[in-house]
Each structure stands twice: as structure tokens, then as C-alpha cells.
């Protein structure tokens, strides 16, 4: 208690005349302990870009969060961060697959073979159906630390592995990599990745055929609507409609 109370005495301070990089540290430090106050009034402070995006994304303010990614890796080119969150709103959250790609070709031109924007651009373009250039950007990951996060990059790659097989028909072979990276992600722990994986997977077993009422499937949005991340309820309302979407193809009205 003493610590959370000496840090927000710090953080407070840094606030008296806070520039958009203190305004950042303090927004992440508010969203990841609690007794750390941030008053939304600092998003106001110029070129608080970074913060702005954050923010908006964890209200669900998803076109605005892009914006503010957008003006963020304009305002530091230099950084991976902003093209990682702008290209994972893009597409995952808003489906736009070429404005992901457009902000992953300026995030790997100041950061070449960075494994999480070349996973992210492996999805998009497995999304959009060049297959080809997707299974080549994935060989292109190159993680070699086995801590946690680049435990959960493994994972993740594993899954865009799976959700690329699906895209070039080959269900089954996608569904051993996707069954695989849920099994590695519940053993190294990692909830909220696993999560993620899961979601995704229902999503690829419902384009490929799965009837939606099927347990999996149910299991994976009863998950989803009820997650505290973001992104997932977003995810299961998709599946959901994907799910309406065939029923109204295989059962036309007469």
C-alpha cells in the first residue's frame, strides 16, 4: 500500500506540468494499478496521442482509437507500439484489412522482422486471401526468447498459422494448429491469450461449416459476451451473425 501511495504521490507530481509522454506513462500506470488516479482532462495535452489511443480503445471507441494510433505512429515512426495497436483496430476489431496493411508497412519500415507486426500482417493478408504472401511473411517470424511474451507470440503465430490453413481450405490442418496453441496457452497460463485463441478458432470452425449451436461454438460466445476484454464481445457478436448469416443462406425465406 505504502508503494501504490509513494508512486501516486510521484505520478501526481509528474503531473503538474505534464508533456504527452508523462501523460502515457500515467494513463498505463492508472489502467494496471489501482490507487493511481488519471483525470481524463490530461488527454487534452498536445500530441498525448498515445494516451488518447488507449484510452479510447479500452472505451470500445474503436474509430477514434485508430485515429489517435494513426497521429501516434505519424508523431513516432520510430516505435512498433502504434502500428501493433492501429493495425490489430483495423483488423480484428473493424475488419479493414488494407488500412492494417497500410500501417504495418510503416511499422516494419522502421522495424523489420519484428515477429508481432509480421504476425499481425500475416493475418491480414491471409484475411484478404494472398495466401501466399501470408505463409511467407509468417517464416519471417523469428522468436527466439522463450520469456513470457514471446511465449505468447509463439502461440499466436501458431494460431494465424491455423486461421491461414483454414483460408486455403484445409480445415483439419487448422484445427490441430488452433486445438495445439489453445493447449500452449493454457499451459503456460496465459488466460487472456487463450481466450483470444479460442475466439478466433470458433470463428474459422463457423466460415468453414460448424453449425453454430454447436457446444464449441456456444462455449466460445457465452466466453466472449462475457469477457472484460475489449475485443472479445466484439468477436462474439461476429461469430453470432455469422451464425445468423447462414442459417438465412441454407434456409431461405420461400
Not at 109 to 123: E, K, Q, S
Not at 185 to 196: E, F, H, I, Q, Y
Not at 242 to 252: E, F
Amino acid at each position: 500500500f505504502r508503494r501504490v501511495l509513494f508512486r501516486s504521490k510521484l505520478f501526481k507530481r509528474s503531473l503538474t506540468r505534464p508533456n504527452e509522454n508523462t501523460v502515457a506513462q500515467v494513463r498505463w500506470a492508472a489502467s494496471k494499478t489501482d490507487g493511481i488516479p488519471f483525470d481524463p482532462k490530461y488527454l487534452r495535452v498536445d500530441r498525448s496521442f498515445e494516451a488518447r489511443a488507449w484510452a479510447q480503445f479500452f472505451q470500445g471507441e474503436w474509430g477514434q482509437a485508430l485515429v489517435q494510433s494513426r497521429a501516434w505512429l505519424s508523431d513516432q515512426g520510430f516505435s512498433k507500439r502504434p502500428a501493433a495497436l492501429g493495425s490489430y483496430i483495423a483488423a480484428v476489431v473493424m475488419e479493414d484489412h488494407l488500412e492494417a496493411i497500410g500501417i504495418l508497412r510503416r511499422g516494419l519500415t522502421a522495424n523489420p522482422g519484428d515477429p508481432l507486426l509480421l504476425n499481425n500482417m500475416a493475418y491480414s493478408l491471409a484475411c484478404i486471401g494472398d495466401i501466399t504472401a501470408a505463409e511467407s511473411t509468417l517464416q519471417k517470424m523469428n522468436i527466439t526468447e522463450d520469456i513470457s511474451p514471446e511465449e505468447s507470440l509463439s502461440i499466436t503465430r501458431l494460431a494465424t498459422s491455423g486461421l491461414t490453413e483454414y483460408r486455403k481450405g484445409n480445415a483439419e490442418a487448422g484445427r490441430s494448429l488452433y486445438s495445439r496453441a489453445v493447449e500452449l496457452s493454457r499451459s503456460a497460463g496465459l488466460d487472456t491469450v487463450r481466450a483470444r485463441v479460442i475466439m478466433f478458432f470458433a470463428l474459422e470452425e463457423a466460415r468453414s461449416g460448424t453449425a453454430l449451436e454447436s457446444p464449441g461454438l456456444q462455449m466460445a460466445i457465452q466466453a466472449g459476451t462475457s469477457s472484460t476484454d475489449r475485443v472479445l464481445p466484439v468477436l462474439a457478436n461476429r461469430l453470432i451473425e455469422l451464425g445468423r448469416s447462414r442459417k438465412a443462406v441454407d434456409n431461405p425465406t420461400k
